[in-house]
């Protein structure tokens, strides 16, 4: 909340802010798979199913920008670089936690919805 001599908050509420940096489709699926453990890109994008390489490889930059995801370059030849979550990373994932129960737990009643709206 703002005082007399703060600014403005650009967020409406926490929630606000936490979607400003999980927004889209593909970021709260990387989330959830680098939080098991780190992941080189190919493995990555075949965790993601459905996200093309573009795609993906902005996610992981808008992601390593914000200070979500560290990318890990050995400087090898052939290359190798591996994605995992930064300390901060990890307690975004761990926020996502009861959302993923909440998904799994109510899985069929999703269905359901999304083939009435089909």
């Given amino acids: 909340m703002a005082t007399l001599n703060s600014p403005v908050s650009p967020f409406i509420c926490g929630l606000d802010a936490a979607l400003r940096v999980v927004s889209g489709k593909w970021k709260p699926l990387i989330l959830f798979f680098l939080a098991k453990d780190p ?3 190919g493995e990555l994008k075949r965790c993601v199913q459905g996200v093309s ?3 993906l490889i902005q996610q992981l930059k808008e992601l390593e920008s914000d200070g979500i995801v560290t990318r890990i ?3 090898e ?3 190798r670089v591996v ?3 930064s300390p901060f ?3 975004l994932a761990s926020a996502l936690v009861p959302l993923c129960e909440w998904g799994t ?3 069929d009643n999703i269905e359901k919805i ?3 709206r089909a």
């Fill in 114 to 116: 999304l083939m009435r």
């Fill in 73 to 75: 370059d050995f400087k």
């Fill in 39 to 41: 992941k080189r890109y």
């Fill in 89 to 91: 990373g990890l307690t």
């Fill in 105 to 107: 737990e109510h899985s």
């Fill in 83 to 85: 994605y995992e979550l």
């Fill in 77 to 79: 030849i052939p290359p």
């Fill in 53 to 55: 390489d573009k795609m």
